[in-house]
């Protein structure tokens, strides 16, 4: 249990269960919010889910293959039937965005790249925490939040800033660059940002821009957590 005053931290998960242009199930990628909820819980912090539209979040059925499950304790969360009757029944973003967090995490999974992008209700979430000093966090797909999230300067919300994200090859080894909506890559550019990847497909990585935080894929939402709990500590 960490020594600092517990802080209110918001994890927003994707509504989208499915494809637009093929049948594959998508959603959540499990590993992405238990990896991040281990590490926020053991320091003590008071931990809340919400999804896009609320009550029951889908999973990828690809992070329930038995090899992604044996990584980081995923498997563990999975078999606690506490745990995850959580993602059962959601609060919507709608419902909490106004609430006023200390740090905000955007889980992945390719749901993400369907409905985070140009959300008004997320984008003022982002903007308004960051702006009042709070955190920003997102790790795979998740950063397709930022993707039309604009500050109150008028300019995008991540312009000059360092990020990563689910990079191309990435997605070419996931068999997913023929249907997914866009290029994250490109479109964390086009929105002024200096997007970073690391050498070898799926290896860890976190860039962490003042109190902005990103990782590339799955691998790295550990390191997110890592991340976001030194800068609460540092807050508190």
């Known amino acids: 249990m960490s020594k600092t005053t517990p802080a209110r931290v918001l994890i927003v998960t994707t509504s989208t269960p499915s494809y637009e242009r093929a049948g594959y199930r998508t959603g959540l990628w499990l590993g992405e919010l238990t990896h991040f909820w281990d590490v926020l819980e053991k320091d003590g912090h008071h931990l ?16 329930l293959s038995a090899p992604v499950l044996a990584m980081g304790g995923t498997k563990k969360r999975y078999e606690d039937t506490g745990f995850m009757s959580i993602l059962d029944d959601t609060a919507s973003l709608d419902d909490v965005a106004s609430d006023g967090w200390d740090a905000v995490y955007l889980t992945g999974g390719h749901g993400t790249m369907f409905d985070f992008p140009y959300n ?11 702006e009042a000093g709070g955190i920003v966090a997102a790790v795979c797909h ?25 990079s191309w090859p990435e997605e070419k080894l996931a068999g ?14 086009e929105e002024g940002a200096t997007y970073t990847k ?18 590339q ?20």
């Open 198 to 215: 690391a050498l070898r497909p799926m290896a860890e990585k976190v860039v962490r821009d003042g109190t902005l935080v990103t990782g």
């Open 142 to 166: 998740g950063p397709a939040g930022f993707v039309g999230a604009t500050g109150s300067d008028g300019n995008p919300l991540i312009a000059g800033k360092k990020v990563t994200g689910f």
């Open 176 to 189: 997913r660059d023929k249907v997914v909506p866009f290029r994250l890559d490109h479109a964390l550019k």
């Open 48 to 63: 809340t889910i919400a999804s896009v539209d609320g009550g029951q979040v889908p999973i990828d059925p690809e992070s």
């Open 120 to 130: 008004p209700v997320l984008a003022d979430l982002l903007v308004t925490t960051y």
């Open 217 to 236: 894929n799955p691998t790295s939402a550990e390191g997110v957590g890592k991340a976001v709990a030194k800068l609460l500590a540092k807050s508190r």
